[in-house]
């Protein structure tokens, strides 16, 4: 990560700015895989993954596929998972507004009362690292809201299957309904419904430029969405009482999302900057996606500012 010190503020939108990304066949792609799924449902499915992912898939996760996850789960993940979901569960409960009545002037009472989502479609990428801490914080907000239904769609891996903890996750969370599809003609699916997919109310969860732009395009026809996910990103403030592997790890943890990625770090001393600077080139060295993240942190900085006031 490169270290930038005590920058002008002229300069600090630039510093800031993230690396932009422009692919003007990106729509009429997504927009081709919309409308097969639209017309031909399961079959364009089907089809779609033998163009791109060069397999043939079951579209549905079976009951019982489900119920074995568990057993290729190490006991520390599902306790890890069990502890998150507690947490997360708490949280969210405490945040569930209440019906509120007021009566605006006598005999005129104004009612605004929170009803769930029936039915609530959530995608949760693939790649090289099972997301399932993306399924709790997707699930359990719309179990606590209290959605009638919960379907979840993601990606096979290359072995054609699930990662088994995101089965897990899923299956410790209630969902009963989860699909073997990823990329925009997941988001297709969830939205127009197939002959396997029932059709959702709204749409939640990140992924790449397909799934986002999938999702905005369907936003504006047939489906609500929670928002358009960019890609992983933080900025972290630090002071020098902070504990410099702790800041590393903390920025290597959204780095490794992907190599478009991007963190920041503002600190107040060049010796703290070189610190974590040298912490992360110390666990970078252990990381399985090493790659992704080396990349990532090549468009990514630590800044080094007069005050915690000019940080903020």
Known sequence: MEITLYPPKSLWPSLCRRPLRDDPLLRARVEDILSRVREDGDAALRQLSMEIDRREVEIAVSEAELEAAEAKVSADVREAIQKAAANIRAFHQA???????????PGVTCTQRPVPIRRAGLYIPGGTAPLFSTVLMLAIPASVAGCQEVILCSPAGQNGE????????????GIRRVFRVGGAQAIAAMAYGTATIPRVDKIFGPGN???????????????????????????????????????????????????DSQVMLLCLSEAFAQRVQEEVGKQLKALSRANFTQEALTHSRIIVLESLDDAI
């Open 209 to 259: 430029r397909y799934v986002t732009t999938a999702k905005q395009l369907l936003s504006m026809q047939t489906v609500a969405i929670d928002m358009p996910a960019g890609p992983s990103e933080v900025m972290i403030v630090a002071d020098d009482t902070a504990i410099p592997a702790f800041v590393a790890a903390d920025l290597l943890s959204q780095a490794e999302h992907g190599a």
């Open 162 to 173: 699930i990662a088994a903890e995101v089965l897990y996750a899923a299956r410790f969370c």
């Open 95 to 105: 945040q569930l507004p209440r019906e509120i009545c007021v009566e605006t002037i």
